[in-house]
């Protein structure tokens, strides 16, 4: 970096050779020449104002190559594309931080159904209580504490499973409960239509099994067990 | 007058939040220790101690990467299907050879007449007691997965968890039958098979019993595929089977109970041949959280041997 | 180098998709008999990128106008006018992410640490008010910055604050640039984001307390003009040091000054220098004393600061959260009735080792002792320059904008009595304006 700051800066250097030289000078006279510049004449003084003109130049063109080389300097670190935020549900711990850390509220992580890897179980561990005792849709025996997962009758002895993702808070308490019982269908993701993809990321920060990262935003997502060609893309 | 205390009630207010600032970055750590949103299972996972019928009294540790299946003989010789191949180990725990496979084993059966019966994810193989290769056969169907075998001198049982149908076939390898398609004349309601795991067991009167996992159940068939007699246990609690699919694996005892394994809470219990519980054999702090497939193998003087695929070990258990 | 990462990369993707590949996540789906079709399931695509050109172009033409607005045609209500179209574009639209002040740390990032890659619209958004800055002077802050906007237009009643105060405070901003270079250079934290004011307005969302300090910034603006921009704000210190060699600046007066006095109470964050009074000489000798004096007391100064910041670096390093996790397993080992951190659990759920995270933690210690040595010695040489900045009398006939701290809002403009060189349309507006004055 500082190299590259030298090398972009010397041919001002040589060019303002003296610019260097002035300044010296004038640090060490500043304080007397403002006393004098009090007794100077006219021309003095547009004599002084000349100097303080052309260091003032010197230093605007240093500090304008040292904007560029910083510039240049983070262009060299350029991501080639656009980067979001995302988890990785395989290093998640459903540790209910992503609900309660994203500047969001409620969180901009969703549980999302992989419907693919889903086995429509009659007792689902994502969307039953695990003392469950009657497999009914009755509030008390959800697991959601926002009733976020429909469940729906298909054909016996299938369910379907849907989230209502206006009410999901992104908690992963089924996530956990599909995981342990389930074949994993239910998984957190940052949902990009809501999320504000901020600088740092409050949930990254607060993260315990640093899940999260910056991915490239044509591939956002990072579904397990699915290919990126298995999920629908719904234009933002 | 006014205007000085407005202004350094305003200053005191900026620093008040310098402070502010100041303070939450450097001392509010771990703000939230615990978790808000706990899957908690701790409950269910509790055991009763009472309950336990069984104790361990030793434990095999097997030199291989990852285990798959396990099988006992009518020596009671224990063959642990294991990294592209068989450890053969004595009752007592001594290891007494290894037979190498071109393949992992996903299951794994001793016939009466001392044939390694291997399945082997989309195709079987045959090998003699010295571990030689004597047939292979392939899969009649596409997107096999094979999850279990038993044999008997004159059968051959394969669990396809992938088109959800178990394969009888003769000694010679000659597909003889499918059995359990859903056939709502015959009363077969058909597997449901939510993850890959799909077990099967000759029992003590030649009938095959299968694991209908997806509906907690246990289906007894004749060999030529009629639905005999069928018994389901859907519960979190232990009484019954928990979850999307349970048991994972079983195995029978000689008294005509099974033994069961389940994933999720991790428990191997004890039910009798009416399908009511019995007891326990081990409980999930026995095991690791998000064990997975613990097999099960029953020896001639019904000790219970299973395998712990996420530690890699062998344990086996007698009655107390 | 990169290549090598490159490979490194694609291994990791074929082993993690391998890994993937394992039966339990390919298992066939169930056989619907009654032809239920399984639905797809959905993924809402992110911001395209054009929107983040959109941005910076925005950006440009902003800046632009407002410069065109100050320098040309001197319009407070141009400025004004800007400055609501900035709260409206970047603070509620755009929901104030991302802006010219936090960029500073994305810079840092990218500098400091080879993992990180940062996007082009980030580069742009800290680079381009530099230069705009470079050349205009700070006319990003006047209206196109939507942290100043906000707290612009919201400051009616400003007090006049005692110069000696205004130096104190202003030195918090410095301060607050070397912490959250420190922390984003070791990629801790954003700390200029995670302590924005009035983003959480922005998005009307927020923690309670990060309202409250939107709210008592707000509170303390109407009486203390732009609390945050002048006390606060890092990107500001770096528009201040660039303005003050800006190449064109606003003035004032639109002629000559004639030293009327009428704008002397005009400018709300006190960044007006008035002509020096005292004529009195100064003895060369003192003078020449007082320097050879303050070259000595300032590298004393930068060394003692950066003493003093070694001495801290394990107490900033302890923010870190790999250093958090390491000192907790340390004291975990030794008392086990503490009950662990979610953190811990996950760790040792995770089964990686202890001696990884020590000599992780250790690392990033030695990487802080190095940046609090940096971090002492810039606080040592800010004081050392504002005790120069103090005992150094700039000689001044005229009523000027100090360069550095005017923030080229042109509130002062309206009360210069010098007539403009007449141009007619400029009649048109003269009777909206209505200088007002304030004490």
């Given at each position: 970096?500082?190299?590259?700051?030298?090398?972009?800066?010397?041919?001002?250097?040589?060019?303002?050779?003296?610019?260097?030289?002035?300044?010296?000078?004038?640090?060490?006279?500043?304080?007397?020449?403002?006393?004098?510049?009090?007794?100077?004449?006219?021309?003095?003084?547009?004599?002084?104002?000349?100097?303080?003109?052309?260091?003032?130049?010197?230093?605007?063109?240093?500090?304008?190559?040292?904007?560029?080389?910083?510039?240049?300097?983070?262009?060299?670190k350029l991501s080639s594309q656009e980067m979001v935020w995302q988890l990785d549900p395989s290093k998640c711990?459903?540790?209910?931080?992503c609900?309660?850390?994203?500047?969001?509220?409620?969180?901009a992580v969703k549980?999302f159904?992989?419907?693919?890897?889903?086995?429509?179980?009659?007792?689902?561990?994502?969307?039953?209580?695990?003392?469950?005792?009657?497999?009914?849709?009755?509030?008390?025996?959800?697991?959601?504490?926002?009733?976020?997962?429909?469940?729906?009758?298909?054909?016996?002895?299938?369910?379907?499973?849907?989230?209502?993702?206006?009410?999901?808070?992104?908690?992963?308490?089924?996530?956990?409960?599909?995981?342990?019982?389930?074949?994993?269908?239910?998984q957190l993701q940052v949902h990009h239509k809501l999320c504000d993809n901020c600088n740092q990321c409050?949930i990254a920060?607060?993260c315990?099994s640093e899940a999260y990262s910056r991915v490239p935003a044509k591939s956002a997502y990072l579904f397990q067990?699915i290919e990126e060609?298995?999920y629908?893309k719904?234009?933002g | 007058?006014?205007?000085?205390?407005?202004?350094?009630?305003?200053?005191?207010?900026?620093?008040?939040?310098?402070?502010?600032?100041?303070?939450?970055?450097?001392?509010?750590?771990?703000?939230?220790?615990?978790?808000?949103?706990?899957?908690?299972?701790?409950?269910?996972?509790?055991?009763?101690?009472?309950?336990?019928?069984?104790?361990?009294?030793?434990?095999?540790?097997?030199?291989?990467?990852?285990?798959?299946?396990?099988?006992?003989?009518?020596?009671?010789?224990?063959?642990?299907?294991?990294?592209?191949?068989?450890?053969?180990?004595?009752?007592?725990?001594?290891?007494?050879?290894?037979?190498?496979?071109?393949?992992?084993?996903?299951?794994?059966?001793?016939?009466?007449?001392?044939?390694?019966?291997?399945?082997?994810?989309?195709?079987?193989?045959?090998?003699?007691?010295?571990?030689?290769?004597?047939?292979?056969?392939?899969?009649?169907?596409?997107?096999?997965?094979?999850?279990?075998?038993?044999?008997?001198?004159?059968?051959?049982?394969?669990?396809?968890?992938?088109?959800?149908?178990?394969?009888?076939?003769?000694?010679?390898?000659?597909?003889?039958?499918?059995?359990?398609?859903?056939?709502?004349?015959?009363?077969?309601?058909?597997?449901?098979?939510?993850?890959?795991?799909?077990?099967?067991?000759?029992?003590?009167?030649?009938?095959?019993?299968?694991?209908?996992?997806?509906?907690?159940?246990?289906?007894?068939?004749?060999?030529?595929?009629?639905?005999?007699?069928?018994?389901?246990?859907?519960?979190?609690?232990?009484?019954?089977?928990?979850?999307?699919?349970?048991?994972?694996?079983?195995?029978?005892?000689?008294?005509?109970?099974?033994?069961?394994?389940?994933?999720?809470?991790?428990?191997?219990?004890?039910?009798?041949?009416?399908?009511?519980?019995?007891?326990?054999?081990?409980?999930?702090?026995?095991?690791?959280?998000?064990?997975?497939?613990?097999?099960?193998?029953?020896?001639?003087?019904?000790?219970?041997?299973?395998?712990?695929?996420?530690?890699?070990?062998?344990?086996?258990?007698?009655?107390? | 180098?990169?290549?090598?990462i490159t490979?490194i990369l694609i291994?990791v993707f074929?082993?993690i998709s391998?890994?993937q590949?394992?039966?339990?996540?390919?298992?066939?789906?169930?056989?619907?008999?009654?032809?239920?079709?399984?639905?797809?399931t959905?993924a809402p695509d992110a911001r395209s990128q054009?929107?983040e050109?959109?941005?910076?172009?925005?950006?440009?033409?902003?800046?632009?106008?407002?410069?065109?607005?100050?320098?040309?045609?001197?319009?407070?209500?141009?400025?004004?006018?800007?400055?609501?179209?900035?709260?409206?574009?970047?603070?509620?639209?755009?929901?104030?992410?991302?802006?010219?002040?936090?960029?500073?740390?994305n810079?840092?990032?990218?500098?400091?640490?080879?993992g990180y890659k940062i996007p082009i619209t980030v580069?742009?958004?800290?680079?381009?008010?530099?230069?705009?800055?470079?050349?205009?002077?700070?006319?990003?802050?006047?209206?196109?910055?939507?942290?100043?906007?906000?707290?612009?237009?919201?400051?009616?009643?400003?007090?006049?604050?005692?110069?000696?105060?205004?130096?104190?405070?202003?030195?918090?901003?410095?301060?607050?640039?070397?912490?959250?270079?420190?922390?984003?250079?070791?990629?801790?934290?954003?700390?200029?984001?995670?302590?924005?004011?009035?983003?959480?307005?922005?998005?009307?969302?927020?923690?309670?307390?990060?309202?409250?300090?939107?709210?008592?910034?707000?509170?303390?603006?109407?009486?203390?003009?732009?609390?945050?921009?002048?006390?606060?704000?890092?990107?500001?210190?770096?528009?201040?040091?660039?303005?003050?060699?800006?190449?064109?600046?606003?003035?004032?007066?639109?002629?000559?000054?004639?030293?009327?006095?009428?704008?002397?109470?005009?400018?709300?964050?006190?960044?007006?220098?008035?002509?020096?009074?005292?004529?009195?000489?100064?003895?060369?000798?003192?003078?020449?004393?007082?320097?050879?004096?303050?070259?000595?007391?300032?590298?004393?100064?930068?060394?003692?600061?950066?003493?003093?910041?070694?001495?801290?670096?394990?107490?900033?390093?302890?923010?870190?959260?790999?250093?958090?996790?390491?000192?907790?397993?340390?004291?975990?080992?030794?008392?086990?009735?503490?009950?662990?951190?979610?953190?811990?659990?996950?760790?040792?759920?995770?089964?990686?080792?202890?001696?990884?995270?020590?000599?992780?933690?250790?690392?990033?210690?030695?990487?802080?002792?190095?940046?609090?040595?940096?971090?002492?010695?810039?606080?040592?040489?800010?004081?050392?320059?504002?005790?120069?900045?103090?005992?150094?009398?700039?000689?001044?006939?005229?009523?000027?904008?100090?360069?550095?701290?005017?923030?080229?809002?042109?509130?002062?403009?309206?009360?210069?009595?010098?007539?403009?060189?007449?141009?007619?349309?400029?009649?048109?507006?003269?009777?909206?304006?209505?200088?007002?004055?304030?004490?």
């Open positions: 970096m500082l190299f590259l700051t030298a090398v972009l800066i010397s041919p001002v250097r040589i060019a303002e050779k003296s610019t260097i030289v002035y300044c010296l000078k004038l640090l060490c006279t500043n304080t007397s020449n403002k006393l004098k510049t009090l007794k100077m004449t006219d021309s003095s003084k547009k004599n002084k104002l000349n100097r303080r003109d052309f260091l003032n130049k010197g230093l605007r063109y240093t500090v304008g190559l040292g904007i560029g080389a910083i510039g240049v300097a983070a262009w060299t711990r459903q540790c209910g931080r609900a309660t850390s994203c500047v969001k509220t409620p969180s549980c159904h992989v419907y693919a890897l889903c086995g429509y179980c009659d007792l689902c561990g994502g969307y039953f209580r695990p003392e469950t005792k009657n497999l009914t849709t009755a509030a008390e025996n959800q697991l959601c504490p926002t009733n976020a997962i429909k469940r729906k009758f298909i054909e016996d002895p299938f369910f379907e499973y849907d989230i209502d993702q206006d009410l999901c808070i992104g908690c992963a308490k089924c996530v956990a409960g599909c995981g342990a019982f389930g074949n994993g269908s239910l409050s920060r607060d315990p067990g060609k298995d629908q719904q234009k | 007058m006014k205007q000085k205390i407005i202004i350094v009630s305003s200053v005191l207010l900026l620093l008040a939040a310098l402070f502010f600032i100041g303070r939450d970055f450097f001392y509010e750590k771990n703000k939230n220790k615990e978790n808000q949103y706990e899957y908690d299972l701790s409950n269910l996972k509790e055991t009763d101690s009472s309950q336990i019928c069984y104790r361990e009294v030793s434990r095999i540790l097997p030199e291989s990467d990852n285990l798959y299946a396990i099988a006992t003989d009518n020596k009671d010789r224990i063959y642990i299907a294991g990294n592209e191949k068989i450890l053969v180990y004595e009752s007592n725990g001594n290891l007494l050879e290894t037979i190498e496979l071109k393949e992992d084993a996903s299951a794994i059966k001793i016939s009466p007449d001392a044939k390694i019966y291997l399945a082997m994810n989309d195709h079987v193989e045959v090998l003699d007691s010295m571990g030689v290769l004597q047939d292979s056969w392939d899969s009649p169907n596409d997107k096999a997965i094979f999850t279990s075998i038993d044999a008997s001198e004159t059968d051959v049982f394969v669990a396809d968890a992938g088109n959800k149908i178990v394969y009888h076939y003769n000694t010679q390898g000659e597909l003889m039958n499918e059995i359990g398609r859903k056939d709502s004349l015959k009363g077969i309601p058909g597997f449901i098979i939510p993850s890959p795991f799909f077990d099967l067991a000759i029992g003590r009167d030649d009938e095959l019993w299968v694991v209908n996992s997806g509906r907690h159940a246990f289906e007894a068939y004749d060999f030529t595929g009629s639905l005999i007699s069928s018994w389901e246990r859907t519960s979190m609690s232990i009484e019954g089977f928990s979850g999307c699919c349970n048991p994972t694996h079983m195995a029978i005892l000689s008294n005509g109970s099974f033994v069961t394994s389940e994933k999720g809470l991790e428990r191997v219990k004890i039910h009798l041949p009416s399908g009511d519980y019995d007891c326990l054999v081990a409980g999930p702090e026995s095991f690791d959280e998000g064990t997975k497939g613990i097999d099960l193998a029953v020896d001639s003087k019904d000790r219970i041997i299973l395998l712990d695929p996420y530690n890699g070990n062998v344990r086996i258990y007698e009655k107390l | 180098m990169s290549k090598k490979f291994f074929f082993t391998f890994v590949a394992s039966p339990v996540q390919r298992f066939p789906k169930p056989e619907f008999e009654y032809g239920h079709q399984q639905p797809p959905i054009f929107m050109y959109l941005d910076v172009f925005v950006l440009l033409v902003s800046l632009s106008l407002i410069s065109w607005f100050i320098l040309k045609k001197r319009s407070r209500w141009g400025a004004l006018g800007m400055s609501v179209f900035s709260i409206v574009y970047f603070g509620f639209i755009k929901e104030g992410c991302v802006c010219s002040v936090g960029s500073v740390q810079i840092a990032l990218a500098l400091f640490n080879p580069i742009a958004f800290f680079v381009i008010p530099l230069l705009f800055t470079l050349f205009f002077g700070r006319t990003f802050c006047a209206g196109i910055c939507p942290l100043g906007a906000i707290q612009d237009i919201i400051a009616f009643r400003p007090l006049k604050l005692k110069s000696w105060l205004q130096t104190v405070l202003g030195i918090i901003p410095y301060l607050y640039l070397g912490f959250a270079l420190l922390y984003a250079a070791t990629a801790t934290d954003f700390i200029i984001c995670r302590y924005d004011p009035f983003i959480g307005i922005y998005r009307f969302d927020a923690k309670f307390s990060m309202f409250v300090l939107g709210a008592t910034f707000l509170l303390v603006g109407v009486f203390v003009a732009r609390p945050y921009c002048r006390f606060f704000c890092p990107y500001g210190v770096l528009l201040n040091l660039v303005s003050r060699i800006s190449w064109k600046h606003m003035t004032i007066t639109p002629t000559t000054c004639i030293q009327c006095k009428l704008c002397e109470n005009s400018c709300p964050f006190g960044a007006i220098n008035e002509p020096t009074l005292d004529k009195k000489k100064e003895d060369r000798q003192i003078a020449v004393r007082r320097f050879i004096i303050l070259s000595f007391i300032l590298p004393l100064l930068i060394l003692a600061g950066g003493w003093v910041g070694s001495q801290f670096h394990e107490n900033l390093a302890s923010v870190h959260p790999r250093v958090q996790l390491a000192e907790e397993l340390m004291t975990f080992n030794e008392s086990s009735e503490l009950e662990p951190s979610l953190e811990l659990t996950t760790y040792k759920s995770l089964g990686k080792s202890e001696e990884d995270l020590y000599v992780e933690a250790a690392s990033i210690i030695r990487e802080f002792h190095v940046g609090a040595w940096i971090l002492g010695g810039f606080i040592g040489l800010v004081f050392g320059l504002s005790l120069a900045g103090l005992s150094i009398n700039k000689h001044r006939i005229d009523y000027e904008p100090d360069r550095g701290s005017c923030l080229s809002c042109a509130r002062c403009m309206d009360y210069c009595p010098m007539p403009e060189e007449e141009k007619p349309h400029r009649l048109l507006f003269a009777g909206f304006r209505k200088p007002v004055r304030f004490k």
